[in-house]
């Protein structure tokens, strides 16, 4: 199915596709970074310094960024230190302990060590850091997303129509794909890492938008998107190995994607 098809007779639909991303103003650029917010941590700040049951790392600040420990090698791509480079390139001072670790790496062996740390002063800390730098995050995320075309159009045996749908989702109801765009990469990935499979089938960004290609619907663009990134979903937790338990998350997941449809604008 080309792009063509999957957005025809919609009103959003454009006779001359749409090839960049749209411009977010400050209030939108503010709405996606609560939204995300609101995804990862129901907004709230104790939740920016978590250390998830049956994991073996750190997620912090708005988007979760994973923070690996020293030779840690994991399958999920690694994110907050890239997040304390954009920091520094940006300007902004890191907290002194923070800045102070070795090669910027997590400084804590297991959970239970991070638990006890959990209201002592790196931590606490560290949540009001990343509470007060929402726009910074927001705007680190939203970086990510506009980097990941080119990764995701190499990987894409069609990568003209993934191209083509990428831009028609990110321009569909302004800042609501821009939204959708920028949630699930930080969410799932661009898709493309060879780390990031289940028996070889991937779940990111890359995987929702060649659904997509295949699925056939007339539902608004969006809702196409939420629809195939929960296909995309339900594979990942079929094929993920047992001792993982990805079925406690499938209702979460499913009702993140519900808030990228048309109908689900806040």
């Known amino acids: 199915m080309t792009v063509a098809l999957l957005v025809a007779g919609k009103a959003s639909a454009q006779s001359t596709p749409v090839q960049q991303l749209p411009e977010l103003n400050d209030e939108q650029a503010a709405w996606v970074a609560d939204k995300i917010f609101a995804n990862e941590c129901n907004r709230q700040t104790r939740c920016l ?5 049956g994991e073996d790392f750190p997620s912090l600040g708005i ?5 690996y420990r020293e030779g840690q090698q994991e399958r999920f791509v690694e994110s907050f230190p890239d997040l304390l480079g954009y ?7 890191l907290p002194a302990w923070l800045s102070g670790t070795d090669g910027w790496n997590s400084p804590w062996e297991t959970r239970e060590a991070f638990l006890a740390e959990l209201e002592g002063p790196r931590l606490s800390e560290l949540r009001q850091f990343l509470l007060d730098t929402r726009g910074i995050q927001a705007a680190f995320i939203i970086r990510r997303l506009q980097q990941s075309l080119p990764l995701i159009r190499s990987a894409s045996a069609s990568p003209a129509e993934v191209s083509q749908l990428f831009y ?4 569909a109801d302004v800042p609501k794909g ?7 990469v930080n ?3 661009e898709g493309v890492a ?3 499979r289940y028996q070889g089938e991937g779940w990111g960004l890359l995987q929702v938008l060649e659904a997509m290609l295949i699925l056939q619907s007339d539902a608004p663009l969006l809702d196409q998107f939420a629809s195939a990134a929960r296909d995309v979903l339900a594979r990942r937790i079929a094929n993920a190995p047992p001792e993982r338990g990805e079925e406690r998350w499938r209702q979460g997941w499913n009702n993140r994607t519900l808030t990228y ?3 689900g604008t806040e």
């Open 49 to 53: 310094t978590s250390w998830n049951v």
């Open 63 to 67: 988007g979760h960024f994973i923070w």
């Open 87 to 93: 920091y520094v390139a940006r300007g902004v001072d």
């Open 168 to 171: 028609a989702v990110a321009n």
């Open 178 to 184: 821009m939204y959708a765009l920028i949630d699930y």
């Open 187 to 189: 969410f799932k990935g």
């Open 194 to 196: 060879a780390s990031e």
């Open 261 to 263: 449809q048309q109908a």
